[in-house]
């Protein structure tokens, strides 16, 4: 809102907005294809309630195409199709929490999580992330479990971080959970997975049982108005309580042109080229600027340690917007989302630089 | 579910399934029109996220059909588009109700009211409709009013019995609520307004200050599965809380694309051509056959008086499917949508023969 403000004040060209996560890579033609030919059939049809879960078509597709990717066995009964991850995560949230428990967030995080296990009547509870890599604090989850705790909720790609979690972060995560006295649920939420730069993204049901995967077209299809995405679960019981809760949460079903359009497009790789040429410019940037930052694996995000203290404040007198990572639960560092035009970021350089100037004086 | 299974049995035709609620009239033409345009744009900006209460112009578009229509004065602050009405009632149960709090519903009523009152952890508080008309008993309303009632949910015309409350109905509903010595929200369920057959639909807020109106695309332009729809809310302290609950529910913002049309084609009108053939053609069958029931006002159901006490198991038998009351929260009546093909009609008139002959024998 205050980027919007002070554009209308300064410019549109003079205020270098970092502080979005709209994505920025064209939605692929397939899915404007694909919603046009859609369009062309039987509209009563075409428009009618699906049940609940989805549409079977659109199940099976997202099915085989979890199993033909992870060489892991989905069918559709393990998909749900929700109306976006933020449905997802919240149906998620009230199906396998009660009142009372718990649900371990790794910090920095989405800020939302906490607004849904709220919602859920449960209580999250925040675990440091490593402060070097920001990968999983593994001992540090540890530590916080208790017999109340229902959940952990993980995010990779990362935002605000930008990391993925390795392959051996998530056996390390997984044996602890499997070390509890009861079953926890690790939930993942998974919108950025197929924006990455080269660095796998392990497929978390392999390595722990009790795993539930959240995802989205938001990302992916550069669609993230349409609110279409998908919950897999293979577990009978939390399958059956997460359509419970989506229910009373006032879910009936997933758009249902989306539905059908998420389906047909669900093994479509985005254009990742733009966020990898932003990456690589900021990341030089701030080597030669001297501002720390995580290696930025995944999503389109930039995380970067505050040079001073009121640095957020600094960058917002050169007409330069950044979150700040209290917004994440975490105090000291900064999110940049770099979903921008690239000649935005060459033309922030100079005030960048004036900013570290400031710091430096 | 039944049905289905019915119809791979003895075939589609034998089937005379009266048990659904799918809009068969066809979308208009320019609801299709409209989104075939809109994939046209810059998809990027097109499927953005909107801001949680939607887009600006589609804000607009409703207030204005609203002040128009109901010559009401409303303006783009009163509306928060939905991903459906589902959503929308769900989240304004959340945000005027608290725990403990009533719900006063009128029965025979949709039962989801009771999930989302629930949800909100309230109490649904059923007060049967006057037993000839199904309109709004008024008194039972006023006994039933406690320190604890948050609000009343009204759905005109209504599902199931398509009665549309009167004028004077409404008038005296809203002096026992401004009797009442707290302030109660009136909640008006109206997805049917613009299926009706002749007779006027009151505007409610006309009539009580503390109304909210929750509408949506749904039977109106035949589109049910795409969930689009909105909230009208003048009182600024309960829009606020309708968009902190939606949040918390998981709503980010109403699917864009639909978002978008259906600002466009808000002031279309739905063909009640097919429904109004059905309806006079069960009339006339029912009048014939001697089976009581409520004058179809509106929406696409007929409510009827079930002649004996397994009235609905008999018509099963004869492969007729209805819905018994009792999942109305009422005993000794059943429903029929008439949102069916007028030959399926035609063709189950001797099945329902046969089942008042059982019946009277």
């Given at each position: 809102m205050y980027g919007?403000?002070?554009k209308k004040i300064?410019?549109?060209d003079n205020v270098y907005d970092f502080s979005i996560g709209n994505p920025r890579s064209t939605t692929p033609q397939v899915a404007t294809d694909t919603l046009k030919k859609l369009l062309d059939e039987d509209p009563v049809s075409l428009h009618a309630y699906s049940v609940a879960a989805g549409h079977?078509?659109?199940?099976?597709q997202i099915a085989d195409y979890i199993s033909k990717t992870y060489d892991y066995p989905a069918s559709p009964e393990n998909i749900f199709v929700t109306t976006g991850a933020a449905e997802a995560i919240a149906s998620v949230m009230c199906a396998i929490a009660v009142e009372g428990e718990e649900v371990i967030v790794i910090a920095p995080y989405f800020p939302e999580y906490s607004v849904w296990i709220k919602n859920a009547l449960a209580t999250p509870v925040e675990v440091m992330a490593d402060p070097e890599t920001f990968q999983i604090d593994v001992n540090a989850v540890k530590a916080a479990i208790t017999d109340k705790t229902a959940a952990v909720i993980i995010n990779s790609p990362c935002n605000p971080t930008g990391a993925i979690y390795s392959e051996q972060n998530i056996?390390?995560?997984?044996?602890v959970l499997n070390d509890a006295d009861h079953k926890i649920y690790l939930v993942c939420d998974e919108p950025y997975?197929?924006?990455?730069?080269?660095?796998?993204?392990?497929?978390?049901p392999k390595y722990y049982e009790h795993t539930i995967v959240c995802d989205s077209a938001s990302k992916t299809l550069s669609m993230p108005g349409e609110r279409i995405g998908h919950v897999f679960c293979n577990d009978k019981k939390a399958f059956d309580?997460?359509?419970g809760s989506a229910r009373a949460l006032g879910h009936v079903c997933a758009p249902v042109l989306f539905q059908r359009m998420y389906g047909k497009c669900i093994d479509v790789q985005p254009d990742v080229s733009v966020y990898d040429t932003n990456r690589k410019l900021l990341t030089k940037m701030f080597d030669e600027l001297g501002i720390t930052y995580v290696d930025p694996q995944g999503a389109f995000y930039l995380w970067a340690k505050s040079p001073c203290e009121d640095f957020v404040q600094k960058c917002m007198d050169?007409?330069?917007?950044?979150?700040?990572?209290?917004?994440?639960?975490?105090q000291g560092w900064f999110r940049i989302g770099y979903c921008v035009s690239t000649e935005m970021i060459l033309n922030s350089m100079l005030a960048w630089k004036r900013v570290m100037a400031n710091v430096n004086n």
């Open positions: 919007l403000e002070r300064v410019g549109e079977d078509e659109v199940r099976e056996k390390d995560l997984s044996a997975r197929k924006i990455n730069y080269g660095k796998a993204v392990p497929w978390v309580a997460i359509s050169r007409d330069i917007l950044v979150v700040p990572s209290d917004s994440f639960g975490i």
